[in-house]
Every structure is written in C-alpha cells, then in structure tokens.
C-alpha cells in the first residue's frame, strides 16, 4: 500500500524546464457532457473532429481517464482540490439563488451560482500563480456563486470571463456574462451586460433572434488572452468551455448546415416548459455540429501556439468533466456516445464518469500512444507540482488549520506520460460518489464496485466493461474489502448526504 508520507514526497526533481530554463506553460481544454465515445479518435464514426484527432495523434491518449464526479460541479472541483468527492467540499450541483438555496428548475434571472469551494483548501490556480504563472479561466467556474467566498478573483485567477453560474451555461445566447481582469484594474468580478440579446425575449421564437453566442464570445476572449502571452512568461490557461453542454443550439454557419445535410432524416425537439432548454429541430445535426465547432476552437488554439513559436514548450491538454447528457433534446444513443460504456450523465457507472483526456507536450510526451493507465482528475494536481518541481506540494500548500483533513488525494502521473512507467505509483483505489442520485463507486483494479441507496454491485471490468453481469454475490470477501475503501474515503459533508453500504 502507497503510504501518505511516499505518495506526497514524489515530486523531487526541479521544474520541467525548457533549454532556455523556462517553464512549461499549460493550456487545460475541459469541455461540458463530451462523452467518452464523442471523438473520432474514440471510436466515433459521425461527427468530425480533426483537430482534437491531431491532438492525439501528437500527444498521449488515455483509455482509461475519469471524471472527477458524473456532474459538472463536483467533477471540477476534484480537477481544482486535487480531492475526491468523498472530501472534497462540492460534490453535487447545488444551485444558490436569490439567497437562498435551491434547486430544480429556474424561474428567473438571478441565478448567480454554485456551492462555493471551500476557501481554507487551495486549488490549482493559486498553485501556479504562487510559481510565477499568468492565470486565466474562460467558460464555466462553477467553484462559487457571485459574491461568495470562492471566485475567481479571489481564487488566483488573474483573468476570468465566462459563466460564474453554471446553470446561466444552460443557454448560449444568456442575457449576462461575468468578467474579471487583474491587469485592467478590476478588484472583483462582475456582470457584462448583452446588450443585443436582451433587446430580445428570452422565450418563444424571439429568442431565436439573440445574436451574442456565448460559446464564440468566451473562445474569442480566450484567444486574445492567448495572443498576449510571451515565451519568456509561463502561464496557465484553463478554458471550460460549455459546448457540447444543454441547450442544442448555435449560429446558422456552414458547420451546422454540413450536418443538416448529412442527417437528412433527423429529429426535433419540441422544449421544455419552465426550464431553459428551447425547441429545436435537427438535433442530430446540432449536437454534431456543436463538437465540430469545439473542435475547431481546438485547432485555433493549436494555430495561434505555432504562430507564436510556443508550441515546444506549452502542454495542451484535452478533456470533459462528465459522461454524455441527454437533455435539451440530446440523443445519446443515436451517436452511441458511451461507446461501450453503460451509464450517462448522474450515472457512476464506467459512461458517466470515464472520459476522454489527451495530453500534448513535445519533446516530453511520446507522440500516438494510447495509454490505459487509470487516471482520475484530482491525480491533476500532483502531476502539475510535480512539472513544477515542487518539493513535496502537500506539505508546502496544507493548512495547518485543518491539519490531517486537509486531504490531497492524487498521485503524479508525471512518470507515465514522459515514458517513465517503471517508476509510476498506482493508486490503491479511485472513489466517487453522487449525492443527487445517491451513488458511491469504487475502482479497485478492474473490480468496481458501485453503491445504489446502500446497496452493493459488484463487476470485473476486465470482462465486463459494460457492467452488465452484478457478480456481487459471488464475491462477498471482495464486496466487503471495497465497502471498506468507502468508509475509508467517505467524510461526513452537511451539504451533501448519500447512503453508505
């Protein structure tokens, strides 16, 4: 068993550094609901995606990713805590509105945010701009709701413009986006208004005629960030951008219309009273169309690091923070988006939370291989600390305030993406759970355990991707080894309750 002292004492070695001794900047690329078959290079035979194909093909494909949670919220912030969702403080979307709290379906505007990350723990970004990196984050932050303890200027984050609110993502044509800028001055985030989309209704056909697209607005300010960036200053940008996320719906463009050709018989989808979530036709051609378009901001980002000559020195990475969706008209099993993966969105099965992670780096990441080492997004902290060189990151970031239940529960996986296998550490088990449809799972090897309202499943993995065949009562030693890991991992949270086995 890896012991807490060896697991956060591997990170050595000095900073990963260029020949002129600087360090690596990192562009982290996290989509919204992408599930794990959605990518051509995952086994998707409909939709185009040339640039994250390429991406591929240049870096390391990992087979065996997961999600920090099978929802957004959560799922981001075991990504920022380096911590699993039995420590972590988010582990389910909970909506905060009006003051109050809530959740369930909007009624109006003044949704302004999630459960905040809890301010006494540090995450990512406060890492790398205590190591000297220029910060940024466009699209979802879903780490707090406007004004609470946990945003993005309060968070290490120098730039910031996107959604605050996670549930404002479920439409792109919003009437607000949030912004904040550290080099223009701005001492908190705040609200920019769009102007040209609320001289329309935000319901019936008016809507329709809303022409600020969110998603090419954050991309586009995304990109002007990216072109103020210099070799001789290392920085971190992380875009959470919302495609291919809720609502089915994007600009009239040669994307869409090459995919309403494609699918000529398609469907429609008629909306959903009270939600946010509008009518639409061609759904197919919309949702294909929506990953085009995000494959083609990919390659934009790709272009713009040649242009500057940063390529050689900037790690771009590819992923999503959950299983596919099928809200707003989505039809996951016409794209077969779980592959041979069984569950969805919500769902601790192996679909709703593995997912599709691609890692760049020439020079350092071996180029076209396909990787099946489990990873898991909290593992993301430690293997940047280790890129930076930091000498035991737990000891140097922990609060002593909270002392041993400031929990880090990754481990670098730094060794196997530079080659190293011989020297990468594995974890003794990955753990989930999910308040809101009251799921835990544990992956041990290939057994996996998987937890409903209390109740034990049990499948082999190397035999059963799928999860088709519960074997619990044929293995009851090991049910009870991997209920063990539960209790082990699970820390009581007043917010976030679920059933232990």
């Not at 002292?5 to 690329?29: D, E, H, R, T």
């Not at 609502?247 to 989808?269: G, H, M, T, W």
């Not at 000498?391 to 080659?419: M, R």
Request: aromatic share 12%; charged share 20%.
């Amino acid at each position: 068993m890896i012991t807490k002292k060896l697991l956060y004492s591997l990170a050595l070695a000095p900073a990963i550094a260029n020949a002129q001794g600087q360090k690596p900047n990192i562009i982290f690329v996290l989509c919204d609901d992408m599930g794990w078959g959605d990518l051509a290079c995952y086994g998707q035979q409909y939709i185009s995606t040339p640039n994250i194909d390429r991406l591929a093909a240049q870096g390391m494909q990992f087979m065996q990713a997961y999600a920090g949670s099978p929802v957004s919220a959560p799922s981001r912030a075991a990504l920022m805590t380096g911590q699993h969702t039995g420590h972590c403080e988010i582990r389910g979307n909970k909506e905060y509105r009006s003051g109050s709290v809530t959740y369930g379906k909007a009624t109006d505007y003044a949704v302004v945010g999630q459960h905040p990350l809890d301010p006494n723990h540090i995450v990512l970004p406060e890492i790398m701009k205590d190591n000297g990196y220029n910060t940024a984050q466009f699209g979802k932050w879903a780490g707090g709701y406007e004004g609470s303890v946990s945003t993005p200027d309060k968070r290490g984050v120098d730039e910031f413009y996107g959604y605050i609110c996670q549930f404002e993502a479920h439409t792109y044509y919003p009437n607000f986006l949030n912004k904040y800028s550290a080099s223009a001055g701005d001492t908190e985030v705040a609200r920019e208004l769009m102007q040209q989309n609320i001289q329309h209704s935000f319901y019936g056909d008016d809507y329709y005629k809303r022409p600020e697209y969110s998603a090419d607005i954050i991309h586009r300010k995304a990109m002007e960030w990216l072109d103020k960036q210099r070799a001789d200053q290392p920085f971190y940008g992380l875009f959470t951008y919302t495609i291919p996320h809720a609502e089915l719906v994007q600009p009239e463009d040669s994307i869409l219309n090459a995919y309403r050709a494609k699918f000529c018989v398609d469907k429609s989808y008629g909306g959903d009273n009270g939600s946010w979530y509008h009518a639409i036709g061609h759904v197919h051609a919309q949702f294909a169309a929506m990953i085009t378009r995000l494959d083609a901001y990919v390659g934009q980002i790709m272009a713009k690091l040649d242009e500057k000559g940063l390529t050689d020195n900037t790690i771009v990475i590819f992923s999503s923070d959950n299983g596919p969706h099928e809200e707003g008209g989505a039809d996951p099993t016409f794209f077969n988006r779980d592959g041979v993966l069984k569950g969805l969105k919500r769902s601790c099965h192996e679909g709703g939370i593995r997912v599709p992670f691609i890692v760049r780096w020439p020079g350092h990441v071996p180029a076209g291989v396909k990787n099946d080492h489990p990873i898991a997004f909290y593992d993301v902290m430690p293997t940047f600390a280790d890129i930076l060189g930091i000498q035991d990151y737990v000891a140097k970031y922990s609060n002593p305030a909270l002392g041993e239940k400031d929990y880090f529960d990754g481990i670098s996986f730094l060794p196997t993406l530079t080659g190293n296998n011989d020297k990468q550490l594995s974890h003794d088990y990955f753990y989930w759970e999910f308040n809101e449809t009251n799921q835990i799972a544990v992956r041990q090897g290939n057994w996996k355990l998987i937890v409903k309202k209390g109740v034990c499943e049990l499948y082999d993995l190397a035999s059963d991707v799928h999860e088709d065949h519960d074997i619990a009562s044929q293995y009851p030693d090991k049910v009870n080894e991997l209920k063990g890991f539960v209790k082990a991992s699970h820390t009581n949270n007043p917010y976030f309750s679920v059933t232990l086995p």
